[in-house]
């Protein structure tokens, strides 16, 4: 038995080694991102000019790690831009930092993106290790496969967003608060403190944390009672609730002091009602974007306004000193005017809607998760239902599925921000560990084998055995084949169920699909393409494809001969601003080149970017069928 441990924990570590090795391969290949390019000169700007209200939406722990080999390389930096509440200066200083290290912007790049897989190995770790104490070692290499192959994954940790670091720290956090549980003591309760305020310096999604942990906590205690027979709360150990919770406090506060050190104590005891809230929640008043232009460089510009400052001025709570950092909470206003006002639609099955669904995320994990995942998911829950053995105890199930239930559940309710699979990310890691006790089916849990014996069809149960055991193995190796398939686009992954990722526009855009990550193939696609001149491009993004020497021209709204790459973004009808080949932006109205969709790309460069080319017959065809849609459409 020791000896098959030692060989499945060899073997967790040749699994996270090749984790590792194919997120660090992929990034290589990714050009910077959507929202990435912004987010790394905002991290190198925390240390050197101490500009935490840059990319304020998101706390800036994720960022500072990134930056950190970032600034080994000594990249040029632009001046801090002056702070004006309610606007997002993040994207103007982005592009600047573009444009100052223009030469070498992407090995700034790569060498960032490198933290960030780093905690991704780290988040694989602490999954084996929560899921082998519960389910054994087999279950504890059954959860890891899972996160080591998940496309999702490995496309959060691909790229310098605060996504998979907070994934990570989250499920850290969750670790440490269930050995709290099955053990309190202050010094655990210190360190699941410790780490819960680490994953609030990565997202605000942590902040679920905080509810969770005590509704699990005050659960466990009703169910410890309960199984007590006590007739009273002192008979059932008063003592211990009280604690419990006294270490429960202590371990909020040592998150609130690890948050405030991540700021480095900046803003720390102004008062709620001095601080300038935007966002219809906090503020107080109905908030409307009052201005949506370009900035110097092109890149758009969001001004909230409000007729009023602050729900707080004039209470006690306004007058009271706030325990966490300005820009914190003012990070917290500035998404909810996203929220309240989101600057992109949301987009599902061809439909462009400012409100969103709630069953977004539920469509989206159906066609965004491998299919052995999802069997696997099926088959560990009936059997957590069905099969006591398979349980992990009460309040262990608990703190395991409550978290990833309260994030799908807030993101769900949050319809306005239906838009990316991985905002819920920070629940993978927990399903993936109770996924673990698909493991026992490997190695029988204690008392299993006497529950079997004791049954006259235990020998039929023990020969039936063999189908789920191939089933979870089939399941993880498919798994594996289908992320082979795709890399290094795991943005772009889709399952089989639908297709895979060409088909996948059809269902999801943006970040589930196309955040600009492949400039560079049709970098080298136009190298290899001589004839394909000129070329009109439409790319959905902040960064101008002329930085990697591309020579373009934005493609016309009605359909004219030529060559042309196109985002899959605009192919499906959303709206932004593109440069147009001359150092300009200009808007591109929502639907503006959904006629590509008309046409059969010539080739793909990477899955997000389609290549058409346009003959007179084509042109004239694709204008017929608008023109005659166009009348169906009429009354």
């Not at 359909?559 to 001359?582: C, E, L, Q």
Request: aromatic share 12%; with cysteine; hydrophobic share 45%.
């Amino acid at each position: 038995m020791i000896a098959t441990g030692r060989r499945i924990r060899l073997t967790v570590c040749a699994v996270l080694l090749a984790h590792a090795a194919i997120v660090v391969g992929g990034q290589q290949r990714q050009a910077v991102t959507f929202n990435e390019f912004a987010h790394l000169p905002a991290g190198i700007a925390y240390w050197k000019q101490g500009a935490f209200e840059l990319y304020n939406v998101n706390p800036p722990l994720a960022k500072l790690v990134a930056a950190l080999p970032a600034m080994a390389a000594q990249p040029a930096l632009p001046r801090r831009p002056p702070h004006s509440p309610g606007v997002r200066g993040e994207w103007e200083y982005g592009l600047d930092f573009l444009r100052l290290n223009r030469g070498d912007y992407r090995s700034f790049f790569r060498l960032g993106r490198l933290a960030i897989a780093a905690f991704s190995v780290a988040a694989g770790w602490c999954v084996y290790r929560w899921s082998s104490q519960l389910f054994g070692d087999a279950g504890g290499l059954v959860s890891v496969l899972l996160w080591a192959f998940c496309p999702n994954v490995l496309a959060s940790a691909q790229l310098v967003t605060p996504d998979a670091p907070a994934a990570a720290l989250i499920v850290v956090a969750s670790y440490l608060y269930w050995r709290w549980l099955a053990g309190p003591s202050w010094r655990r309760a210190l360190l699941a403190g410790a780490a819960l305020g680490a994953a609030e310096l990565c997202k605000f999604s942590a902040l679920i944390l905080y509810p969770t942990w005590c509704g699990v906590w005050l659960a466990a205690q009703c169910w410890a009672r309960r199984r007590a027979g006590a007739p009273s709360r002192a008979e059932a150990g008063g003592t211990s609730f009280v604690s419990g919770a006294a270490q429960l406090f202590c371990a909020f506060v040592m998150s609130a002091l690890v948050i405030n050190a991540g700021y480095a104590f900046s803003g720390f005891g102004k008062t709620l009602g001095e601080l300038p809230f935007r966002s219809r929640m906090l503020a107080n008043e109905a908030v409307r974007p009052v201005s949506r232009r370009d900035g110097p460089g092109g890149e758009s510009l969001v001004r909230y306004e409000t007729r009023d400052g602050n729900r707080f001025q004039g209470t006690l709570l306004g007058a009271l000193p706030a325990p966490l950092p300005e820009q914190y909470l003012l990070g917290i206003d500035v998404e909810r005017c996203d929220f309240e006002n989101p600057p992109l639609p949301s987009y599902l099955r061809g439909a462009l809607s400012k409100k969103g669904w709630w069953y977004f995320y539920v469509y989206a994990l159906a066609i965004k998760l491998p299919v052995g995942t999802i069997a696997l998911a099926a088959l560990a829950s009936g059997l957590a239902v069905l099969r006591p053995p398979y349980r992990a105890g009460f309040t262990a199930e608990l703190a395991l599925l409550c978290g990833p239930a309260l994030i799908l559940l807030a993101a769900s309710v949050e319809t306005s921000v239906a838009q990316s699979v991985r905002y819920v990310l920070p629940a993978f890691a927990p399903a993936f560990v109770a996924m673990g006790r698909l493991g026992r089916l490997f190695a029988p849990p204690a008392g299993a084998a006497e529950l079997d014996a004791a049954r006259p069809t235990a020998s039929t149960r023990r020969r039936g055995s063999i189908a789920p055991r191939a089933l979870v193995a089939g399941c993880l190796l498919g798994n594996v084949l289908s992320v082979g398939a795709v890399y290094p686009h795991f943005l772009a992954y889709f399952n089989e169920l639908v297709g895979g990722p060409t088909q996948g526009p059809k269902h999801l855009l943006f970040s589930n699909f196309d955040w600009g990550q492949d400039l560079i193939y049709l970098k080298e696609w136009i190298a290899d393409h001589p004839e394909a001149r000129p070329l009109g491009v439409a790319y959905f993004h902040f960064v101008d494809p002329a930085i990697e020497g591309i020579e373009y021209h934005l493609p016309p709204t009605t359909p004219t001969p030529g060559w042309y790459a196109v985002s899959a973004n605009f192919v499906y009808g959303m709206g932004f601003t593109a440069w147009d080949g001359h150092g300009l932006r200009k808007g591109v109205a929502e639907g503006a080149y959904a006629y590509f969709q008309h046409l059969t790309p010539a080739a793909r460069a990477g899955p997000s970017i389609h290549i058409f080319h346009v003959t007179p017959a084509d042109a004239d065809r694709v204008r017929r069928e608008i023109a005659d849609n166009d009348g169906e459409a009429r009354p």
